[in-house]
């Protein structure tokens, strides 16, 4: 059965930092490209970046030299390190697989002073 299950949200200050965890299960995670997606209140779902199996990584131009994707292969876990944030980073956190999977519940982001 495939599930996604993040984790690691919050409520954190501007200029503040977090890690996301997204483990996976029921699926070759080891050789799947993964991406990391959020959608904000009121927006549609965005691609914040992604990371091949082999760990190289792209982003979206608003949240690049501020956010690092990584992957422990071993642990079937993607992490998304979250550096400066900003209000506008506020939103609902979710991983997935070129969007062919289930998603799972996501886990909330809120940046506010």
């Known amino acids: 059965q495939v599930r996604l299950v993040e984790a690691g949200g919050g409520s954190v200050q501007p200029g503040g930092s977090l890690r996301l965890s997204c483990a996976a299960s029921g699926i070759p995670f080891s050789l799947s490209v993964m991406g990391w997606y959020r959608q904000a209140p009121g927006k549609e779902r965005e691609l914040v970046g992604n990371?091949?199996?082999?760990?190289?990584?792209n982003y979206a131009d608003s949240v690049k030299g501020r956010f690092t994707i990584s992957r422990d292969n071993a642990k079937n876990t993607m992490y998304l390190q979250m550096n400066s944030l900003k209000p506008e980073d506020t939103a609902v956190y979710y991983c997935?697989?070129?969007?062919?999977?289930?998603w799972g519940q996501g886990t909330q982001v809120t940046v506010s002073s």
């Open positions: 997935n697989r070129n969007l062919q999977l289930p």
């Open positions: 990371i091949t199996p082999g760990g190289r990584t």
